[in-house]
T-cell receptor
Framework: GNSVTQMEGPVTLSEEAFLTINCTYT??????LFWYVQYPGEGLQLLLK?????DKGSNKGFEATYRKETTSFHLEKGSVQVSDSAVYFC????????????FGTGTQLKVEL | GAVVSQHPSRVICKSGTSVKIECRSL??????MFWYRQFPKKSLMLMAT?????????EQGVEKDKFLINHASLTLSTLTVTSAHPEDSSFYIC????????????FGAGTRLSVL
């Protein structure tokens, strides 16, 4: 079956530090990959996506590259801010899979001054 | 961006009662909505796909008589937890898909259900 594995949190960083949240996946076909972010008290929001191998998704300073050879989609940001504190979910969906999303467990990020 | 409203945000009920959760797409029509359940430190688990005007499609292991889903209009889907028990306590999240954005779902803020 399909699955997504994320690093466990919480991840605590100082402001302006470099962020990496690891995500690996297993899938029966060729998935599209996503990162969603959930700020406190809000719903999940799409942060970025990539639909094929070697694609790089980017948004708000965050980046993730679809690596087929390592089945990974690690999230990175060069300089985090306190406002980036949230829970980050890696997810995949398969073409023709009814748009069903398979999520990782989520990684909580805490950024401190 | 597209907004999905979920209500209530938190509900506490007695064992044996039924609870209804609403999911509304506020500024777009959603032919398809999804219902998820999230346990502490666990993934969001898809429970069912809700299609306007037809029966919901439930994932394996989800009791359709326990979790009733009604997608009565293009902007509203409801999840009713019938005869709730403490093990039904969880965080329930809905999402809606734009008709022309097949891979993108917009999520509600979730409902925390506590069954006493």
């Amino acid at each position: 079956g399909n699955s997504v594995t994320q690093m466990e949190g919480p991840v605590t960083l100082s402001e302006e530090a470099f962020l990496t949240i690891n995500c690996t996946y297993t899938a029966t076909g060729y998935p599209s990959l996503f990162w969603y972010v959930q700020y406190p008290g809000e719903g999940l929001q799409l942060l970025l996506k990539a639909t094929k191998a070697d694609d790089k998704g980017s948004n708000k300073g965050f980046e993730a590259t679809y690596r087929k050879e390592t089945t990974s989609f690690h999230l990175e940001k060069g300089s985090v801010q306190v406002s980036d504190s949230a829970v980050y979910f890696c997810a995949l969906t398969l073409t023709g899979g009814g748009n069903k999303l398979t999520f990782g467990t989520g990684t909580q990020l805490k950024v401190e001054l | 961006g597209a907004v999905v409203s979920q209500h209530p945000s938190r509900v506490i009920c007695k064992s044996g009662t039924s609870v209804k959760i609403e999911c509304r797409s506020l500024d777009f029509q959603a032919t398809t909505m999804f219902w998820y359940r999230q346990f502490p430190k666990k993934s969001l688990m898809l429970m069912a796909t809700s299609n306007e005007g037809s029966k919901a499609t439930y994932e394996q292991g989800v009791e359709k008589d326990k979790f009733l889903i009604n997608h009565a209009s293009l902007t509203l889907s409801t999840l009713t937890v019938t005869s709730a028990h403490p093990e039904d306590s969880s965080f329930y999240i809905c999402s809606a898909r734009l008709p022309d954005a097949k891979n993108i779902q917009y999520f509600g803020a979730g409902t925390r259900l506590s069954v006493l």
